[in-house]
């Protein structure tokens, strides 16, 4: 059976260094699995945080080699036996202890997002959408806040700085669920410019490069944003929109909810 | 902001963990952006051998007076004399159009990014630089003009495609020579390219909420999306297609090869 060196990191907030440990593995592991055995046989005191084991509870996120991934997902044999493979903490947020992370940063930035305002009802007390009108936001819908997104965008990983004034891509395709979707009502754009701080991504897709549930957050999420923004200084688009009327698009929403 | 910010981070002085070969890929972009960044330069300096007839390259495209060798529309503007034209290759004035475009293009801004600004090289790879502004300041504020780029581009594949139709009138008559066939790859990877756009896909439906109210527009918007899923490969694929057909054109102009008729 193939056998690996697993350079584990074992520390917290007072300090820590990465841990070698041996480990032999069966078929079909995966580094969960691996972290696991560890704690069996080796180090029982090291900490992870795991839940389903399934890739769909977002808990074991970790950096494996260096690379934002959930340890569940990752099978061990993409290494080479004997291979030294490191399993770091994702590093954006602070640490508790060894592989498990304060992720309450996403949860107080989940509560700056403007909620749903529905328009009203149709005359018979329904709401009624198509299904062409929900598939944009049910992309996003997928996501399982694994926060591996959060973890690699560089805007806050590597600027501590702007955490305060960037919402980071997990909330950018919240936002835009929100904002595409067809029962709501309200602007975000002051939001999304000030608070989200749209303008501080680059575009540079990492966190689509590591999501797991394979959502195109920059291409369908975060560059939507942009345009959005960017209709608010587009002559062409305001005289279209004042030809075709208010109905279909964001130009009918309510102003006055900023 | 809640009781995370300023907690410390794991105490892992390493900049990045990867094992793999991360640094390939911005490699490879810098070496491609930057061939084709000096080829264009070269050529755009030259303002000579970018006609043979009927072929234009879309470097001199389009060629609105009447001094030009190729003009695009009938018998040609009359010429403006313009300082700047006097000192520098027209080519420079045109390129302002496609460059603007290519340089705003969202797709361009990640490569870019990532080779030349480095920041990030690579995913999970620290900034090389402490301070970040991202697109809120100038000049990268600038960014946001990608909607007008995309107009000016859509222009251009309008220009483009008549020179490629005027590629089929040999001074003979009639004829296609492989040089009509590359100049109309080279249109088709541009508007492919341009159509594929994320501003196109935007300003074709992507702003409307309510999709089941506009069926024209989700329609469009669905190509538009599917097209755009292929953005990344337009954008290598036109910028090798315009500076081939720019050598193409150069090299039968010096009559370095011959162009093939095929009719």
């Given at each position: 059976?193939?056998?690996?060196?697993?350079r584990?990191?074992?520390?917290?907030?007072g300090?820590?260094?990465?841990?070698?440990?041996?480990v032999?593995?069966?078929e079909?592991?995966?580094?969960?699995?691996?972290?696991?055995?560890?704690?069996?046989?080796?180090?029982?005191d090291?900490?992870?945080?795991w839940?389903?084991?399934?890739?769909?509870?977002?808990?074991c996120?970790?950096?494996?080699?260096?690379q934002?991934?959930?340890?569940c997902?990752?099978r061990?044999?993409?290494?080479?036996d004997?291979?030294?493979?490191?399993?770091?903490?994702?590093r954006?947020?602070?640490?508790?202890?060894?592989?498990?992370?304060?992720?309450?940063?996403?949860?107080?930035k989940?509560k700056?997002?403007?909620?749903?305002?529905?328009r009203?009802p149709?005359p018979?007390?329904?709401y009624r959408?198509m299904?062409?009108?929900?598939?944009?936001?049910?992309e996003?819908?997928k996501?399982?806040?694994?926060?591996l997104?959060?973890?690699v965008?560089?805007?806050?990983?590597d600027h501590?700085?702007?955490?305060?004034?960037f919402?980071g891509p997990r909330?950018f395709?919240k936002?835009?669920?929100?904002?595409m979707?067809?029962l709501?009502?309200?602007?975000?754009?002051a939001?999304?410019?000030?608070?989200?701080?749209?303008?501080l991504?680059?575009?540079?897709?990492?966190?689509?490069?590591?999501?797991?549930?394979?959502?195109?957050?920059?291409?369908?999420?975060i560059?939507?944003?942009?345009?959005?923004?960017?209709?608010?200084?587009?002559?062409?688009?305001?005289?279209?929109?004042?030809?075709?009327g208010?109905?279909?698009?964001?130009?009918g929403?309510?102003?006055?909810s900023? | 902001?809640?009781q995370?910010?300023?907690?410390a981070?794991p105490?892992?002085?390493?900049?990045?963990?990867?094992?793999?070969?991360?640094?390939a890929?911005?490699?490879?972009?810098?070496?491609?952006?930057g061939?084709f960044?000096?080829?264009?330069t070269?050529a755009?300096?030259?303002?000579a051998?970018?006609?043979?007839?009927?072929?234009?390259s879309?470097?001199?495209?389009?060629c609105l007076?009447?001094?030009?060798?190729?003009a695009?529309?009938?018998g040609?503007?009359?010429?403006?004399?313009?300082?700047?034209?006097?000192l520098l290759?027209?080519?420079?004035?045109?390129?302002?159009?496609?460059?603007s475009?290519?340089l705003t293009?969202?797709?361009?801004?990640?490569?870019y990014y990532?080779?030349?600004?480095?920041?990030?090289v690579?995913c999970a790879?620290?900034?090389?630089?402490?301070?970040?502004?991202?697109?809120?300041?100038f000049?990268?504020?600038l960014?946001?003009?990608?909607?007008?780029?995309?107009y000016?581009a859509?222009?251009?594949?309008?220009?483009l495609t008549?020179?490629?139709?005027?590629?089929?009138r040999?001074p003979t008559?009639f004829?296609i020579?492989?040089?009509?066939?590359?100049?109309?790859?080279n249109?088709?990877l541009?508007?492919?390219?341009t159509?594929?756009c994320?501003s196109?896909r935007?300003?074709?439906?992507?702003?409307?909420?309510?999709?089941?109210?506009?069926p024209?527009?989700y329609r469009?918007w669905?190509?538009v999306?599917r097209?755009?899923?292929?953005?990344?490969?337009?954008?290598?694929l036109?910028l090798?297609?315009?500076?081939?057909?720019d050598?193409?054109?150069?090299?039968?102009?010096?009559?370095?090869?011959?162009?093939?008729?095929?009719i």
């Amino acid at each position: 059976m193939p056998t690996y060196t697993m350079r584990v990191f074992r520390g917290d907030p007072g300090g820590g260094e990465f841990k070698d440990y041996r480990v032999e593995t069966g078929e079909g592991m995966v580094v969960l699995d691996v972290i696991h055995r560890i704690q069996a046989t080796q180090a029982p005191d090291l900490a992870c945080r795991w839940n389903c084991k399934a890739g769909k509870c977002g808990s074991c996120s970790a950096e494996v080699n260096g690379q934002p991934r959930l340890m569940c997902m990752t099978r061990m044999n993409l290494f080479a036996d004997g291979e030294t493979v490191s399993v770091a903490p994702i590093r954006t947020f602070p640490i508790i202890r060894d592989l498990v992370a304060d992720v309450s940063y996403n949860f107080e930035k989940a509560k700056q997002v403007p909620p749903l305002r529905l328009r009203p009802p149709d005359p018979d007390g329904k709401y009624r959408m198509m299904q062409e009108d929900v598939d944009r936001p049910q992309e996003f819908h997928k996501c399982i806040e694994c926060f591996l997104c959060q973890d690699v965008c560089h805007v806050i990983r590597d600027h501590e700085d702007k955490k305060r004034a960037f919402a980071g891509p997990r909330f950018f395709i919240k936002i835009a669920g929100l904002d595409m979707h067809p029962l709501d009502t309200r602007d975000r754009s002051a939001f999304i410019k000030d608070q989200a701080g749209v303008g501080l991504c680059n575009i540079t897709k990492c966190c689509t490069e590591v999501c797991p549930e394979h959502i195109h957050i920059t291409d369908n999420g975060i560059i939507p944003l942009k345009e959005r923004m960017a209709d608010g200084f587009d002559p062409i688009v305001w005289l279209l929109r004042k030809f075709r009327g208010k109905s279909t698009s964001r130009i009918g929403r309510d102003r006055t909810s900023r | 902001m809640g009781q995370a910010i300023g907690q410390a981070r794991p105490p892992i002085a390493a900049a990045h963990l990867r094992t793999d070969a991360w640094w390939a890929l911005p490699l490879t972009v810098v070496v491609v952006l930057g061939a084709f960044g000096a080829y264009s330069t070269w050529a755009a300096f030259q303002n000579a051998h970018y006609f043979a007839a009927p072929y234009l390259s879309p470097f001199y495209s389009p060629c609105l007076y009447r001094s030009c060798l190729h003009a695009t529309f009938g018998g040609g503007l009359p010429d403006i004399y313009l300082p700047i034209i006097g000192l520098l290759s027209p080519a420079f004035l045109i390129l302002i159009g496609p460059l603007s475009f290519r340089l705003t293009c969202y797709y361009y801004r990640k490569a870019y990014y990532r080779s030349f600004w480095l920041a990030p090289v690579a995913c999970a790879v620290r900034d090389v630089k402490p301070g970040y502004s991202g697109e809120t300041r100038f000049p990268l504020i600038l960014q946001s003009f990608h909607r007008y780029t995309w107009y000016v581009a859509v222009l251009f594949i309008v220009l483009l495609t008549w020179d490629a139709l005027l590629a089929f009138r040999f001074p003979t008559g009639f004829g296609i020579g492989v040089g009509t066939l590359v100049m109309w790859i080279n249109v088709v990877l541009l508007a492919a390219y341009t159509f594929s756009c994320h501003s196109c896909r935007h300003i074709c439906g992507g702003h409307v909420n309510v999709f089941s109210k506009a069926p024209g527009r989700y329609r469009v918007w669905h190509l538009v999306r599917r097209l755009n899923e292929r953005h990344p490969v337009y954008a290598w694929l036109s910028l090798g297609s315009v500076g081939l057909t720019d050598l193409y054109i150069r090299l039968v102009s010096m009559g370095v090869i011959r162009d093939l008729r095929i009719i």
